[in-house]
């Protein structure tokens, strides 16, 4: 089975910075899209950012783009999130999505989700 955990949520002021961990049993990363959604109280999940693993193409939502870095490592079958410059907006509940399909591709497996507090 397929089970991605995410790790390194936690409380930060504003301005500060969290490092999010994707991590994958049952599956090697390399072969997938890995996608970073998030959803706060009362609202729909977003997605955030999204990597192809296989050649390292990105994607990042406007709302990130410039203080979010996502990437991955092979040998550790691990995709990172680095937030910097965090809002207070940027709380919410962060979740690892893997696609088969790439990132435009519906999401086939999911984390539990670590949830991100960002103080004023």
């Known amino acids: 089975e397929v089970q991605p955990v995410e790790s390194g949520g936690g409380l930060v002021q504003a301005g500060g910075s969290l490092r999010l961990s994707c991590a994958a049993s049952?599956?090697?990363?390399?072969?997938?899209?890995v996608g970073w959604f998030r959803q706060a109280p009362g609202k729909e999940r977003e997605g955030v950012s999204c990597?192809?693993?296989?050649?390292?193409?990105?994607y990042y939502a406007p709302s990130v783009k410039g203080r979010f870095t996502i990437s991955s490592d092979r040998t550790e079958n691990t995709v990172y999130l680095l937030m910097t410059s965090l809002k207070p907006e940027d709380t919410a509940v962060y979740y690892c999505?893997?696609?088969?399909?790439?990132?435009?591709?519906?999401?086939?497996?999911w984390g539990q989700g670590t949830q991100v507090t960002v103080s004023s």
């Open positions: 999505g893997v696609s088969e399909y790439g990132c435009y591709a519906p999401y086939d497996f």
């Open positions: 049952g599956v090697t990363l390399d072969d997938y899209a």
């Open positions: 990597i192809s693993t296989s050649d390292g193409y990105t």
